[in-house]
Nanobody, 119 residues
């Protein structure tokens, strides 16, 4: 299983970025996908979740109304559109999923992509 994030970078407050995560090695369309983030000296937190079919959706209170999670099952890709970015959104953003088979549940993480919001 591989999860490869891209799209991070430096952006000014109020700006926008779109993160992408391309998945491989499992049946992407069967599983919910998540975006987490981890800021320096803080715990990793769940930002948003999209179900296997593309909804219902979860958002952390801190990003609701500014971030949008979506997926394209034909491209094995999940996105995080981030708008009205704030300095407190600065973090490494990780793509995550859990898969299951008869032997158990498996958690997978991407390598992360850095998002820095600063003027």
């Amino acid at each position: 299983v591989q999860l490869v994030e891209s799209g991070g970078g430096l952006v000014q407050p109020g700006g926008s970025l779109r993160l992408s995560c391309v998945a491989s090695g499992f049946t992407f369309s069967r599983y919910a996908m998540n975006w987490y983030r981890q800021a320096p000296e803080k715990e990793r937190e769940l930002v948003a979740t999209v179900t296997s079919a593309g909804g219902p959706i979860y958002y952390a209170d801190s990003v609701r109304g500014r971030f949008t999670i979506s997926r394209d099952n034909a491209k094995n890709t999940v996105y995080l559109q981030m708008s009205s970015l704030k300095p407190e959104d600065t973090a490494v953003y990780y793509c995550h999923t859990e898969t299951r088979d008869s032997r158990g549940t498996y958690r997978y993480w991407g390598q992360g992509t850095q998002v820095t919001v600063s003027s």
